[in-house]
């Protein structure tokens, strides 16, 4: 089973520990969010700098992906997961990188749905923002590991960034990843775990500095519970109109 997904499960069970119930000792020591590293995948050094920050997987976000690199880089990357994003590719294409000992793929829409198939690797869909609500309660019924959000190039968290994280996260029983197009502040980061993401991907081509930095940013994020879901109020049908009250009646008796 894909060491990314395991990294998932463990992270969604020490964050809904039940009010009362005390998380065990290797639940507390599960982060608050997960970091995935973006590499370019062009050079096989990228991968030795996320073993040197303890980041909890890369993910390679080139198109133009060389075998021989990919093979190299999980090599480097020793226990560390390694996903390959795979954008509109055919089944062809897919079933080439999946031989190559990566631990999970990311994909858009327009993938060759073979993916779904692929059992030994943990699967993940990538989504853009504007993305249909019905097609995104859809996806529960898809046989995929979690969502990445596909964020726009600004340089900052917005409010409308967390509404759509936490709409997403209330829509979807599955784990939501944001990809980050720059780095992020310790208050904008607290604001996303809040707003229900598990886990962010740092844009490529960081210093190993610039990631230790996020690790521990993120190691100092409150851990335990949080609100997931927002619950919607129960409103129940009333019928034959307003219900008089008491003072009402007794002014109609005088």
């Known amino acids: 089973m894909s060491k990314f997904v395991n990294k998932l499960q463990s992270l969604s069970k020490s964050s809904t520990t039940p009010i009362g119930f005390h998380p065990s000792a290797s639940e507390s020591k599960n982060p608050a969010m997960l970091l995935i590293a973006g590499l370019s995948g062009a050079q096989v050094k990228e991968a030795k700098i ?22 190299q880089m999980v090599e480097a990357m020793g226990d560390v997961p390694l996903g390959v994003f795979v954008k509109g590719m055919s089944e062809e294409k897919i079933n080439e990188l999946a031989s190559l000992g990566g631990d999970f793929l990311v994909f ?32 529960n019924s898809l046989e995929v590991d979690g969502v990445f959000i596909s964020r726009g ?11 759509i994280c ?3 996260v209330e829509l979807l029983g599955k784990p939501v990843i944001m990809t980050l197009p720059s780095l992020v502040t310790k208050a904008e980061l607290t604001s996303l775990w809040q707003a229900g993401v598990h886990g962010v991907v740092a844009p490529p081509a960081q210093s190993v500095e610039t990631l230790a930095e996020l690790k ?12 997931r879901r927002a619950k919607a109020d129960v409103k129940l049908p009333h019928y034959g109109g307003l219900v008089a009250s008491e003072e009402d009646e007794e002014q109609e008796e005088i």
């Open 108 to 139: 858009d829409i327009k993938a060759a749905a073979a993916v779904l198939h692929k059992e030994e690797l943990g699967k993940f869909l990538m989504i853009e923002p504007s993305l249909d609500h019905g097609l995104v309660r859809a996806i």
């Open 50 to 71: 996320l073993a040197d920050v303890n980041a909890d997987a890369g993910l390679i976000l080139s198109e133009g992906l060389s075998p021989k690199i990919v093979r």
């Open 166 to 168: 936490q709409r997403f």
């Open 216 to 227: 521990k940013m993120i190691g100092e994020l409150p851990r335990g519970a949080r609100g």
């Open 153 to 163: 190039g600004d340089s900052f968290v917005a409010v409308e960034h967390l509404l």
